[in-house]
């Protein structure tokens, strides 16, 4: 057995951060915590410091941090408690780090994931927002400072899975004609429109198949999570929107598919459980036990597939949009969307108006073209303001 992976966990008290801790205390003998890392969830990153003794915890809050470094003392703990972002920062880049598992959610992750990059970490990216935001800055400090890319969310995991290791040569030279992104759907996939005028946030986070975080609960019940997925596939894979067909597979068992020229479709299959996802990348390139039960087709029986209503999903219409027009487009979107999506969630705008938020925002903000993390940065501030305006208005 090698040495021990070093691993800092970004988000571990989210729904990814759990799960990627749930996987590596099955492999005592593999994994080592150096840093854990949360909002300000106190006591959970308290437990959580308890079982797996990191050198580190960082909470963005300062008192939070403070509350946490008096507990941790109580108990006799060796972990150094620290905040604010330098710190995420500082814990994605130690030199003792082999592996960084990036579990923010929102534009919140963006620069700790570019620290891990710049740093040359072994990338386990589940914060899908630092591509949309940054895709071509992440995408070239990945490669000017050696990182490793490995993808975390469940499709482009298949994807990756799907796709021979080569595929950075570009997707024609290996034979691949098309992405074919699965979605499930969400909670709302049969619902008609003038229903959905009415949905509450509980509804919109009950998803059929998945449980995860809030924000990506909602973007599942928009559809938006799926366009963020169609520009992470762009940078992660170098596929064109044209290139990106995104199947609604309301099982989510095809995780997802790749077509290649001789008309063969390969396809990753699973229960949908994102331990699956996690303990392959910690794996990489060996397959190891992440606690997911066999799957079993007889007694799943059918797959059913369907092409995306666009009009009811109008979100995914504007990623596509987004992905086309370039520049800091993306940026727009999706910072617009974590607006009106908080918005959603606090009751204070209906579920329709989040595409229609969006769209005005992605109309009155001109996309310029994306040079430095400063221009995904002020993107993303212009867009807050814009949206938080838009909604006040509303
Ligand atoms: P979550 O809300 O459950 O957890 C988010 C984590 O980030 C928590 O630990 C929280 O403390 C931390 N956090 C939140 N705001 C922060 C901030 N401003 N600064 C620092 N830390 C902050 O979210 P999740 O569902 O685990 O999703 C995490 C990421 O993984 C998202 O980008 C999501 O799109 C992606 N993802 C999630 C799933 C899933 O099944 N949950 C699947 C695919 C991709
Ligand atoms: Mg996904």
């Known amino acids: 057995m090698p040495d021990k992976q070093n691993i800092t966990v970004l988000g571990s008290t989210g729904s990814i951060g759990v799960s990627t801790l749930d996987v590596i205390a099955r492999h005592p003998e593999r994994f080592r915590v150096v840093a854990l890392t949360a909002n300000s969830q106190i006591d959970k990153l308290f437990q959580q410091c308890q079982q797996f003794e990191p050198e580190y915890a960082v909470l963005l809050d300062a008192d939070a941090a403070e509350s946490l470094r008096q507990k941790v003392l109580d108990h006799g703990l060796a972990t150094q408690v620290l905040h604010g972002i330098e710190a995420l920062e500082l814990v994605s880049s130690l030199p003792q780090v082999d592996s960084v598992m990036a579990a923010i959610v929102g534009a919140a992750g963006l620069r700790p994931s570019m620290a891990a990059a710049r740093a040359g970490k072994r990338i386990l990216l589940a914060n899908k927002e630092t591509l949309v935001m940054s895709g071509q800055i992440f995408m070239d400090a990945v490669r000017d400072h050696g990182a490793q890319l490995l993808p975390i969310d469940s499709e482009h995991n298949a994807i990756f899975q799907s796709l021979p290791r080569d595929f950075g040569r570009g997707l024609a030279q290996v034979g691949v004609t098309r992405i074919l992104l699965t979605a499930s759907g969400g909670p709302f996939r049969t619902r008609a429109l003038a229903e959905l005028e009415q949905v509450t946030p509980e509804q919109a986070c009950a998803h059929p198949n998945w449980s995860m975080g809030r924000k990506i609960s909602v973007d599942s019940a928009s559809m938006m999570n799926k366009g963020l997925e169609v520009i992470e596939a762009h940078w992660l894979f170098s596929a064109s929107a044209e290139q990106i067909q995104v199947v609604v597979h309301p099982q989510s068992v095809i995780h997802s598919l790749v077509e290649y020229a001789d008309g063969s479709v390969l396809a990753q299959l699973g229960n949908p459980d994102m331990r699956t996802p996690i303990a392959y990348a910690l794996g990489f390139p060996e397959r190891i036990q992440a606690g997911v039960s066999a799957l079993d087709l007889f007694k799943i029986a059918h797959l059913d597939f369907e092409a995306p209503d666009m009009v009811r999903f109008r979100c995914l219409g504007l990623a596509y949009q987004a992905l086309r027009t370039g520049g800091t487009a993306p940026a727009i979107l999706n910072s617009a969307n974590e607006i009106a999506v908080a918005a959603?969630?606090?009751?204070?705008?209906?579920?329709?108006?989040?595409?229609?938020?969006?769209?005005?925002?992605?109309?009155?903000?001109?996309?310029?073209?994306?040079?430095?993390?400063?221009?995904?940065?002020?993107?993303?501030?212009?867009a807050r303001l814009l949206a938080a305006e838009l909604i006040a208005r509303a």
Do not use: C, Y
Request: net charge negative.
């Open 344 to 382: 959603f969630l606090d009751g204070k705008l209906p579920f329709l108006a989040i595409p229609s938020i969006i769209e005005q925002t992605l109309e009155q903000l001109t996309s310029v073209p994306m040079r430095s993390l400063e221009d995904a940065q002020n993107a993303d501030a212009q």
